[in-house]
């Protein structure tokens, strides 16, 4: 089976007008533009519970592009930062130097001729198809969505597009749907698939979520594509008031951070498309639903998933950034299941980009552990700023509580890490990331990122771990991928720490309070 892969619209970039502040932001407190609608309790510190003995080797793996006398002088100065006192001239030494990571992609991207030409040419090539879908499907309402104006393009990530990856050629393709959300308004998104799918296999699939102020779902193609190559099928999707989705339902409601409660309903109608057969159509899309009335049944969409035959229904995950990590961090564990495809709750394990439990509830639903689930973050927000004290937020509210609750859990907090290292959009501050890297499973090929492949490292290893069978990819090696503490100890913040609670396949609790300093 092999599906076309229809290009259609990539997203523009929304304004950069913060990019000032926090380059001249130094010695303030942390984060102080922090503008998440549902922020986290933090809770009190807690005692191991217990540690595992993953008899990994106890020296870290050799980072690509470096000499062993850096590597080994790099090593003598984490140990000294993680063990250094707060206030002295130490702490401050290495906090500024932790910092220099938040920003490395801005001003290494910006002087990359290379990319530079590339992100201009995607971005010329995003206008002329917004154009066309404009003139071919009138009924569209997003020409004010900040990827419909003409401002920067929503390209992310410019070498992850058809015409620029041979990725398209050989491992993936995708296949653009449209369908009504629950009140009318229609979402834009894409269904991912292998270009050359087994004959007869069901895939586990993965549902991504945007997170806000209108981030679009090309920020988020780098986990498609890690996902995909490592045989998933996977649906990405612009949030109501986003990307290329409408801004608002019939009667004017809107969508995006003017009316968070989107992201969780749009993410289970996403869950309810991705589950739609020629035999049980989506069933907003049917005449009678909010969307059809307000348009008189002339508006394109996609009447079921594309890619139906490819789904196994028993395995189900979902991730989501931000605003979409709350999101995930609610739905997964809903009992009193609103989707229309479902009796009850599909979903079998999940992750949140920044970060798991971000808030406490959405959309009038509170967050309860229910199935195995990660958050990953990092040192730094939406517009990082060196920290001039200790920073006192808990970052492992979320862990916490599903250790607590006894279901599976893993928080991966990166050091020097930002907001927009699950979002790769340029030239918003970050850690450098990789234009187009797709990391191998076993972390032997990294690349030159920094935060983005710890991202995809983890994130591959917690689906592996929960939703792939005996025999297949990833299955046997997802329990010694995710306890290889060596591979990105260095990498991990000594602000946050990461920790794990979780049961391998053979049983066995791994439980460990602070990774980076050894289990």
Same mark, same amino acid.
């Given at each position: 089976?092999?599906?076309?892969?229809?290009?259609?619209?990539?997203? $523009?970039?929304?304004?950069?007008?913060?990019?000032?502040?926090?380059?001249?932001?130094?010695?303030?407190?942390?984060?102080?533009?922090?503008?998440?609608?549902?922020?986290?309790?933090?809770?009190?510190?807690?005692?191991?519970?217990?540690?595992?003995?993953?008899?990994?080797?106890?020296?870290?793996?050799? #980072?690509?592009?470096?000499?062993?006398?850096?590597?080994?002088?790099?090593?003598?100065?984490?140990?000294?930062?993680?063990?250094?006192?707060?206030?002295?001239?130490?702490?401050?030494?290495?906090?500024?130097?932790?910092?220099?990571?938040?920003?490395?992609?801005?001003?290494?991207?910006?002087?990359?001729?290379?990319?530079?030409?590339?992100?201009?040419?995607?971005?010329?090539?995003?206008?002329?198809?917004?154009?066309?879908?404009?003139?071919?499907?009138?009924?569209?309402?997003?020409?004010?969505?900040?990827?419909?104006?003409?401002?920067?393009?929503?390209?992310?990530?410019?070498?992850?597009?058809?015409?620029?990856?041979?990725?398209?050629?050989?491992?993936?393709?995708?296949?653009?749907?449209?369908?009504?959300?629950?009140?009318?308004?229609?979402?834009?998104?894409?269904?991912?698939?292998?270009?050359?799918?087994?004959?007869?296999?069901?895939?586990?699939?993965?549902?991504?979520?945007?997170?806000? *102020?209108?981030?679009?779902?090309?920020?988020?193609?780098?986990?498609?594509?890690?996902?995909?190559?490592?045989?998933?099928?996977?649906?990405?999707?612009?949030?109501?008031?986003?990307?290329?989705?409408?801004?608002?339902?019939?009667?004017?409601?809107?969508?995006?951070?003017?009316?968070?409660?989107?992201?969780?309903?749009?993410?289970?109608?996403?869950?309810?498309?991705?589950?739609?057969?020629?035999?049980?159509?989506?069933?907003?899309?049917?005449?009678?639903?909010?969307?059809?009335?307000?348009?008189?049944?002339?508006?394109?969409?996609?009447?079921?998933?594309?890619?139906?035959?490819?789904?196994?229904?028993?395995?189900?995950?979902?991730?989501?950034?931000?605003?979409?990590?709350?999101?995930?961090?609610?739905?997964?564990?809903?009992?009193?299941?609103?989707?229309?495809?479902?009796?009850?709750?599909?979903?079998?394990?999940?992750?949140?980009?920044?970060?798991?439990?971000?808030?406490?509830?959405?959309?009038?639903?509170?967050?309860?552990?229910?199935?195995?689930?990660?958050?990953?973050?990092?040192?730094?927000?939406?517009?990082?700023?060196?920290?001039?004290?200790?920073?006192?937020?808990?970052?492992?509210?979320?862990?916490?509580?599903?250790?607590?609750?006894?279901?599976?859990?893993?928080? *991966?907090?990166?050091?020097?890490?930002?907001?927009?290292?699950?979002?790769?959009?340029?030239?918003? #501050?970050?850690?450098?990331?990789?234009?187009?890297?797709?990391?191998?499973?076993?972390?032997?090929?990294?690349?030159?990122?920094?935060?983005?492949?710890?991202?995809?490292?983890?994130?591959?290893?917690?689906?592996?771990?929960?939703?792939?069978? #005996?025999?297949?990819?990833?299955?046997?090696?997802?329990?010694?991928?995710?306890?290889?503490?060596?591979?990105?100890?260095?990498?991990?913040?000594?602000?946050?720490?990461? $920790?794990?609670?979780?049961?391998?396949?053979?049983?066995?609790?791994?439980?460990?309070?602070?990774?980076?300093?050894?289990?």
């Amino acid at each position: 089976m092999n599906f076309p892969c229809k290009h259609n619209c990539s997203y $523009k970039v929304f304004l950069v007008f913060a990019l000032t502040f926090f380059l001249s932001a130094c010695g303030s407190d942390s984060d102080a533009a922090r503008v998440d609608l549902t922020p986290s309790q933090p809770s009190e510190p807690r005692e191991p519970i217990d540690t595992d003995d993953p008899n990994e080797p106890n020296e870290p793996n050799e #980072p690509n592009d470096s000499e062993e006398e850096e590597e080994e002088t790099d090593q003598i100065e984490i140990s000294a930062c993680r063990a250094a006192i707060y206030p002295s001239s130490q702490w401050t030494k290495c906090e500024l130097q932790n910092y220099r990571k938040a920003t490395e992609a801005t001003f290494k991207q910006l002087l990359d001729l290379k990319f530079q030409t590339r992100l201009i040419a995607q971005g010329a090539i995003d206008s002329l198809v917004f154009v066309e879908r404009t003139l071919t499907d009138p009924f569209w309402n997003s020409l004010l969505n900040l990827c419909g104006s003409i401002i920067p393009h929503c390209a992310g990530d410019p070498f992850r597009h058809p015409g620029s990856d041979e990725w398209y050629e050989t491992i993936g393709t995708f296949y653009p749907v449209n369908f009504y959300d629950n009140e009318g308004a229609r979402i834009s998104g894409r269904v991912w698939a292998p270009k050359e799918p087994e004959p007869g296999k069901k895939y586990p699939a993965i549902i991504i979520v945007n997170g806000s *102020v209108q981030a679009p779902e090309t920020l988020y193609w780098w986990a498609s594509q890690l996902l995909v190559e490592n045989d998933y099928i996977v649906m990405t999707f612009d949030p109501r008031g986003q990307g290329y989705s409408d801004l608002t339902a019939p009667g004017g409601k809107l969508g995006s951070n003017a009316n968070p409660v989107v992201f969780r309903r749009n993410l289970i109608d996403a869950i309810d498309f991705f589950y739609s057969t020629p035999d049980n159509v989506y069933p907003h899309n049917l005449p009678g639903a909010p969307g059809p009335r307000s348009d008189l049944n002339l508006a394109k969409t996609t009447e079921y998933n594309p890619i139906h035959e490819l789904l196994d229904p028993e395995r189900l995950g979902i991730a989501g950034h931000s605003m979409g990590a709350t999101a995930v961090s609610v739905v997964q564990g809903e009992s009193d299941w609103q989707g229309k495809m479902h009796e009850s709750n599909p979903v079998k394990v999940a992750v949140a980009w920044d970060n798991l439990m971000l808030g406490n509830s959405l959309d009038n639903v509170d967050v309860i552990p229910r199935v195995p689930t990660m958050g990953q973050s990092g040192d730094y927000f939406l517009v990082p700023v060196p920290h001039s004290e200790p920073p006192a937020e808990n970052k492992n509210a979320g862990v916490d509580l599903w250790r607590d609750s006894g279901v599976d859990t893993y928080q *991966v907090n990166i050091r020097g890490a930002t907001h927009y290292e699950w979002s790769l959009i340029h030239p918003f #501050p970050s850690s450098y990331w990789e234009g187009g890297k797709i990391i191998a499973p076993d972390g032997s090929d990294i690349g030159k990122g920094w935060a983005n492949p710890v991202a995809q490292y983890y994130t591959l290893a917690w689906f592996d771990r929960y939703l792939k069978l #005996p025999g297949e990819k990833g299955y046997a090696d997802s329990d010694d991928r995710l306890l290889n503490d060596s591979l990105f100890r260095d990498r991990m913040s000594w602000y946050y720490p990461s $920790k794990r609670a979780y049961r391998g396949r053979d049983g066995r609790f791994h439980s460990c309070e602070y990774i980076a300093t050894g289990c």
